[in-house]
């Protein structure tokens, strides 16, 4: 229990104890009282056994009760013998004993007021009722009771109070300079500020070649730089307006240096700051740009050096494929079977490698940011079905069921005719690749809103999740080393590439053993390409 209820308890029991020697003494003496007297110290008697319970089991709640209880004993017992100007008319002040007891500023207050509203309801009975006074030896006694418990009770109840109230300012102080040493040792430098920058207080470790207990009186300026301090005096008034600023400066002391100040509105005159060395965090960030930018400039060399590389090797592959088509066609007299074989097989691996360079050539544009979109009005179907036409040979030969299901009405777009081409031949190609003799592949052309989508699914293999994850990256391919020999990893980086550049995106669904979609949606569909094209027509 703790040390003030256990007093508390103590004290109501006391009373009792009084009662009760007061009682038996005048007994002992031969003092006979009348029934009132009997009831008047009976009811006080009830009041602090009550009061006991209640200090015990009840806490702040029960402390408030047990006062009125006493306030209205004392009444009663007031009354009972003979009103204000009867023998136990000092215990009209037992509440304000009882509310010291308790030791709480709040219900001294309270107790002060009842013991008054007390004394008041005692005069008024006194006019009110009539009064019957003890006999005069008892009333000695009764007089010496009422005013020895009072006085006791209320002298004890104020030393407890008094002794409890400096406990608590003791533990107020000890917890004050815990508090103060806690924010003098913090890593930073807190500060109360007027909105004009004037710093109230400070806290915490001060910029070098400033003391913390000097700064106060001091303006935030004073540890600015003189070409940050217009943008930190700034600061200061947003963080007034809107709540929350956080600004960089160079400080005043270290040229090198670099400071965060994060600025709190607390009220209307007064601002929260917290100041925090960032060298450290600012030399992080610069070489992380630095990086960056090094980056950057490697890939794009890349991408420029890929590219200048792509255009170097094409025209001579050009010549070879120009040459190899005319022995393969036999244009200037007639070659041998093996010779028409190896002009075939020349032909063949030289449209690969010129569709390679190709895709190389497209990827890096995009890389180096030079891909611009040629955007014309144009009915989609026709982009689509070009490269079906073009692929049907291919599945033919792969014994697989390539399916078209076009719009039965023009798709207008507004987009780049040979990206979108690109895209549908893309994912054609790579779904055959992955589709097994005797399966099928379809295309679907659809409108959505004003998205066009472009669906291309296959009952093939399937992709793994682990392959889903990397898809769609350059240079990343998906299967058995065998599909990944029949490719060169760039088709599907292009078709989102593709789709970006037109403000859409790529996603792509895959079961294994059960197949795969993957579907484009671009927002190319366009009210002004459909009425060009129809003007058109």
Known sequence: MPRARRFAVLWQLGWTLAVALAAGGAALL?????????????????????????????????????????????VLACQLTGGPGGPLAPWCLAPLAAGAAFGRPRLLALGAALGVAAAGLSALGAILLPQAHPAADLSIWLSLLALATTALGLAAGLVALQGRMRGDAAKSRETAMDLREALDHQPQLLMALYPGGRILEAFGEAP???????LPGRGLGDLVCDNDRRRVEDALARAVSEGSVEVGF?????????????????????????LRDARAQRARETDL????????RQNAGKSRFLANMSHELRTPLNAIMGFSDIMRQRLFGPLSDRYAEYAELVHE?????????????????????RFELARESFDVRDAVAAALRLMRGQAERAGIHLRGDLSAEALAVSADRRAIKQIAFNLISNALKFTPRGQSVAVTVRAAGEMLEIVVADSGVGIAPLDLERLGKPFEQAGDADRRQAGSGLGLSLVRAFARLHGGDMVIESVLGVGTTVTVRMPVLHPVALAALQAQA
């Open 250 to 274: 160079v400080p005043a002391h270290d040229s090198r240096g670099w400071q965060i100040l994060t600025v709190r509105r607390m009220s209307a005159t007064r601002l929260i700051a917290a």
């Open 208 to 214: 070098a070649g400033a003391e913390t207990y000097d």
């Open 30 to 74: 031969g003092v006979v009282a009348p029934d009132a007297v009997d009831v008047a110290l009976a009811v006080v008697v009830a009041a602090s056994l009550a009061g006991a319970v209640l200090a015990q089991v009840a806490g702040g709640a029960g402390a408030g009760l047990a006062i009125f209880i006493w306030a209205a004993a004392g």
């Open 289 to 296: 740009e630095t990086a960056r930018e090094t980056a950057e």
């Open 349 to 369: 691996s030289g449209a690969h490698l010129l569709e390679l360079i190709n895709d190389v050539l497209d990827m890096s544009k995009i890389e180096a940011e």
